[in-house]
């Protein structure tokens, strides 16, 4: 009959054969990634030095950034680091998170300290919690392509794919990171706190979309820990595991270590005592078969089927509850929230069944009565609970406004008239429902039911307040949300607008100037701004707002449109320079050079507007012939000698 792994006797060493854990090996890799840490730092500091003078620096080094390769086809730092991280654990297995992750070195070093008060966290062990982190990625950077290639020509077909672009520059290195509090609170939760409840690496285990991906690559790899006939069974391998690997198990009925868990940290190398491990290559583990005729290690998991379901689906009701909840949680921090709430649910659940039971060196229940500890217990994981079911409450009462204002809530993208509103009677009373539900699911300071109010909410209710002709009111809370979040291009163009609408005329140049000024890198604030002044037909404005060729274009305008004839010419001859495929400025600039009485210049110039005129659409080209018939015209009745 086959031997089963962990029926294996474990034999007991004398005191001084022990190796011990966080050794020579654990230093060399606490160094490796403290330096990550510096690199990270410096990075991050020469952004924010050159904030003042708009320079560039390499875009965000995190594996996150891919994002916006799958969606958009940008090709950014993260993106080229992410592929190589992925091609490397391929070959060489997770190395990357054991040497390079600054999470990793996070939750190690909270285990550390945990191990020197002589607290050394248990292993959660669920076989559905554990597929989260794959579940996850799939959502991240496989659903983003799936939806452009065969959902969205069905639902959006104006969404289409203009191929990759690459850009490993940015001027906004922070764009896409969160605020220095939610960074601390991430930080917090998925480093110590996953640690103390989940185990070490807990947040590795349930909650980092990149895992989930590195471990199917995991069993590609060529390099992973071996066993040699000096092993003596003394388990030490896996007490010093800090990946939750049951090293002695998996090198005894596999002579290496398969597991998809394994960091490649090196620690059960250095802690065993006979010299028996060691790192060297070999075969794929697709299906490796076990040596001898041992049959495969029995896992080991703490929770029935039933309850692997129901954990499940607290799981992820509570990923959806905390997930963007009040603007400030992102994606990481919401499943790792998810996994706490889910692992507290559990351990409360079985506090209540159980006669007896214990969390570290807390006694929680002892012969059927609950201690003191117990009661401390399930108060702080019904805090929890109830936490998590007001997040998701209020995010449900935000999207029955969302419902209702579905068709109202518009971008506020040009100036509008106090007052006024262009609302059906019916779309009115949507209006006003939505704004009662956002209301709910706001603050509890401000009358709602949620901790804090989102600025996401206050966005919806200022544009709803804008069709309904409250302008003041849409105004006051677009400045709330400037206040409550990082400065946003969207929003502060709908705040330029409002405040146009509320002033004098006279005072509109003054006010849009001084906002462009006050962000001068943001392209799209710039072009709002400049469109506002041609609405008003002062080229002049536009001219000053305006940057690089468009300023010379609409000082150029301007110049002419007050018979400046001598000084547009300069500026006109420069902006062809700069964009020689502009065919209507050909056209100005020749009939310029006619007006100057330079006849050969002006034939020139109406000979590269016709080579131009392969650029223009189809509406431009119209006016274009019209404008060359003209300028044909004037230039027949000319009497040049």
């Given at each position: 009959m086959p031997n089963q792994p962990k029926g294996i006797e474990l034999r007991v060493l004398p005191e001084k054969g022990k190796a011990k854990g966080w050794g020579r090996r654990w230093k060399l890799r606490l160094t490796i990634l403290v330096i990550v840490q510096v690199v990270m730092?410096?990075?991050?500091?020469?952004?924010?030095?050159?904030?003042?003078?708009?320079?560039?620096?390499?875009?965000?080094?995190?594996?996150?950034?891919?994002?916006?390769?799958?969606?958009?086809?940008?090709?950014?730092?993260?993106?080229?680091?992410?592929?190589?991280?992925?091609?490397?654990?391929?070959?060489?297995?997770?190395?990357?998170?054991?040497?390079?992750?600054?999470?990793?070195?996070?939750?190690?070093?909270?285990?550390?300290?945990?191990?020197?008060?002589?607290?050394?966290?248990?292993?959660?062990?669920?076989?559905?919690?554990?597929?989260?982190?794959?579940?996850?990625?799939?959502?991240?950077?496989?659903?983003?392509?799936?939806?452009?290639?065969?959902?969205?020509?069905?639902?959006?077909?104006?969404?289409?794919?203009?191929?990759?672009?690459?850009?490993?520059?940015?001027?906004?290195?922070?764009?896409?990171?969160?605020?220095?509090?939610?960074?601390?609170?991430?930080?917090?939760?998925?480093g110590f706190v996953t640690v103390y409840f989940l185990g070490a690496k807990g947040f590795c285990t349930y909650a980092c979309p990149y895992g989930g991906f590195f471990m199917p690559l995991d069993k590609l790899a060529l390099r992973r820990v071996h066993v040699d006939d000096n092993c003596q069974g003394c388990a030490y391998c896996t007490a010093v595991c800090t990946s939750n690997v049951r090293v002695h198990e998996q090198i005894v009925a596999y002579r290496k270590v398969i597991d998809a868990g394994c960091m490649r940290t090196s620690d059960c190398i250095e802690?065993?005592?006979?010299?028996?491990?060691?790192?060297?290559?070999?075969?794929?583990?697709?299906?490796?078969?076990?040596?001898?005729?041992?049959?495969?290690?029995?896992?080991?998991?703490d929770l029935t089927w039933t309850g692997e379901i129901t954990l499940a689906v607290i799981m992820f009701l509570s990923f959806l509850a905390w997930?963007?909840?009040?603007?400030?949680?992102?994606?990481?921090?919401?499943?790792?929230?998810a996994s706490t709430v889910t692992w507290l649910c559990w351990k409360a659940w079985r506090i209540i069944v159980d006669a007896?039971?214990?969390?570290?060196?807390?006694?929680?229940?002892?012969?059927?009565?609950?201690?003191?500890?117990?009661?401390?217990?399930?108060?702080?994981?019904?805090?929890?609970?109830?936490?998590?079911?007001?997040?998701?409450?209020?995010?449900?009462?935000?999207?029955?406004?969302?419902?209702?204002?579905?068709?109202?809530?518009?971008?506020?993208?040009?100036?509008?008239?106090?007052?006024?509103?262009?609302?059906?009677?019916?779309?009115?009373?949507?209006?006003?429902?939505?704004?009662?539900?956002?209301?709910?699911?706001?603050?509890?300071?401000?009358?709602?039911?949620?901790?804090?109010?989102?600025?996401?909410?206050?966005?919806?209710?200022?544009?709803?307040?804008?069709?309904?002709?409250?302008?003041?009111?849409?105004?006051?809370?677009?400045?709330?949300?400037?206040?409550?979040?990082?400065?946003?291009?969207?929003?502060?163009?709908?705040q330029m607008m409002l405040q146009v609408s509320l002033?004098?005329?006279?005072?509109?140049?003054?006010?849009?100037?001084?906002?462009?000024?006050s962000e001068p890198q943001w392209a799209r604030l710039r072009y709002a701004a400049v469109q506002l002044a041609l609405r008003r037909g002062d080229l002049q404005a536009a001219g000053r707002i305006a940057d690089g060729s468009a300023a010379l274009q609409y000082q150029t305008l301007a110049m002419l449109q007050q018979g400046r004839v001598a000084d547009a010419a300069p500026l006109l001859e420069q902006y062809v320079k700069e964009q020689p495929d502009d065919?209507?400025?050909?056209?100005?600039?020749?009939?310029?050079?006619?007006?100057?009485?330079?006849?050969?210049g002006a034939d020139a110039a109406a000979g590269a507007a016709v080579a131009a005129r392969a650029s223009l659409g189809v509406g431009a080209v119209e006016d274009f012939d019209t404008a060359l018939q003209n300028y044909r015209a004037v230039r027949d009745r000319q009497d040049f000698p």
């Open positions: 730092i410096l990075h991050i500091l020469i952004w924010w030095l050159g904030l003042p003078y708009g320079w560039e620096t390499l875009s965000a080094v995190e594996p996150s950034e891919s994002i916006q390769t799958v969606s958009d086809g940008i090709i950014n730092a993260g993106a080229i680091f992410f592929a190589v991280a992925l091609l490397s654990t391929a070959i060489l297995g997770r190395w990357f998170c054991g040497w390079g992750c600054h999470l990793v070195l996070l939750q190690d070093w909270c285990l550390r300290l945990l191990s020197k008060v002589g607290v050394r966290p248990r292993a959660f062990r669920s076989r559905l919690l554990m597929l989260a982190p794959f579940l996850l990625a799939i959502y991240m950077f496989i659903w983003p392509i799936f939806y452009r290639l065969v959902v969205a020509p069905y639902t959006r077909p104006e969404l289409t794919w203009n191929g990759f672009r690459v850009e490993l520059l940015t001027r906004d290195l922070w764009a896409t990171m969160p605020g220095v509090g939610v960074a601390v609170v991430f930080l917090f939760l998925c802690a065993c005592p006979n010299d028996a491990l060691s790192m060297q290559w070999g075969l794929p583990v697709l299906g490796a078969a076990t040596h001898g005729d041992l049959d495969r290690p029995k896992k080991r998991w997930r963007g909840a009040y603007g400030l949680v992102p994606l990481l921090l919401s499943l790792g929230a007896n039971g214990s969390f570290h060196r807390w006694v929680l229940k002892k012969g059927g009565v609950l201690q003191g500890g117990g009661i401390v217990f399930l108060i702080a994981a019904a805090i929890g609970v109830l936490a998590t079911v007001q997040a998701g409450a209020t995010q449900l009462m935000a999207v029955q406004g969302n419902r209702m204002a579905l068709g109202i809530r518009k971008r506020i993208e040009v100036p509008m008239q106090p007052g006024y509103s262009s609302l059906t009677s019916e779309e009115r009373d949507r209006a006003e429902h939505a704004i009662r539900w956002y209301q709910w699911s706001g603050g509890m300071g401000s009358g709602g039911f949620a901790m804090a109010t989102n600025p996401n909410t206050l966005l919806s209710m200022a544009r709803i307040y804008a069709q309904l002709g409250q302008l003041a009111e849409a105004s006051r809370l677009l400045e709330m949300v400037q206040t409550m979040s990082k400065p946003n291009e969207v929003v502060a163009i709908e002033s004098p005329p006279e005072q509109a140049p003054a006010i849009v100037e001084a906002v462009v000024q065919a209507m400025a050909w056209i100005m600039l020749a009939e310029v050079r006619l007006s100057q009485g330079d006849a050969s």
